[in-house]
């Protein structure tokens, strides 16, 4: 595939928020035949329990039809999501956990956190993701959500950026977008401009298990690197051959669907 490199309408992709981490829209990237995953109805982030009225003003105008929750149970109970009072769209979420040990909840035992043993965990969460059946499900309800329900979405995880990104990831795939843009738009969480809100979230129950944690320890952890979601998509291809085959034998995208989430979210 020939990657389109021609600009987009420079827009940020971020929108302004004071209690979310990391929410902006990830549309608006080329695919084949000239057109562009469409803006305005693709949105991620991390979770809304700072969510501050004006943030729920924000989504609210938004007009989101469908909130995909990609945290479990525990995690939804201990950091329930703020709502708009006209709230109104459907939230799907799973029933168990989806995560036996997520990065911001530390974990693992008391162990100093080295740059090499952030990553270390990083690469271990994207190496279980694509055999975890709790992300399998999410994940396939995620597409049956977007292929099913009109309007616009929005997928979250805790930070919005390993398994909201791995979900953002598969989707722009399925549309066709390049592979260098799909890794570009996975890479860009490392630019939100609201890194201080997870560290407020996350960081005190981190150093809580880990002590002091150094600063590119630290950023392996809350941010992302190329490796890990090469790292999925590698574990992926040597299972099952290819990404296309695994989002037809697992996660319910078959050719049809992928024509009708092209015809929906690409203009």
């Known amino acids: 595939m ?6 987009a309408a420079e827009v940020s992709p971020f929108l302004p928020t004071e209690g979310i981490h990391n929410l902006r829209d990830y549309g608006g990237y080329a695919v084949p035949g000239g057109g562009r995953v469409r803006t305005g109805l693709l949105f991620r982030s991390g979770q809304h329990m700072e969510a501050s009225d004006a943030d729920l003003d924000l989504l609210h105008a938004l007009d989101i039809r469908t909130i995909i929750d990609l945290r479990g149970a525990s995690e939804r109970a201990g950091f329930p999501c703020r709502r708009h009072p006209s709230f109104a769209a459907e939230v799907i979420a799973h029933e168990g956990e989806t995560s036996n040990s997520p990065p911001h909840e530390g974990g693992g035992g008391k162990v100093v956190m080295t740059p090499r043993k952030a990553r270390e965990r990083m690469l271990a969460v994207y190496t279980r993701m694509p055999v975890n059946p709790a992300m399998i499900a999410m994940f396939s309800r ?7 329900r009109d309007g616009g979405s929005l997928v979250h995880c805790f ?10 990831s598969l989707l722009l795939h399925v549309l066709g977008v390049h592979r260098d843009d799909v890794v570009a738009e996975f890479l860009r969480t490392n630019d939100a401009p609201t890194r201080a809100i997870l560290e407020r979230q996350s960081l ?7 002590g002091s944690i ?3 320890a630290l950023r392996n952890l ?14 992926v291809t040597r299972d099952h051959g290819s990404i296309d085959t695994y989002l037809a034998t697992h996660l319910g995208v078959d050719e049809a669907r992928k024509q009708r989430l092209r015809a929906r979210l690409v203009a």
Do not use: N, Q
Request: charged share 30%.
């Open 2 to 7: 020939i990657r389109d490199t021609s600009p």
């Open 142 to 148: 995620y597409f049956a959500a977007l292929d099913e």
């Open 159 to 168: 930070a919005g950026k390993d398994r909201t990104g791995i979900a953002a």
């Open 204 to 210: 005190p129950r981190m150093e809580a298990h880990y």
């Open 214 to 216: 150094e600063p590119e």
């Open 222 to 235: 809350m941010g992302v690197l190329p490796e890990y979601i090469d790292t999925y998509f590698a574990e």
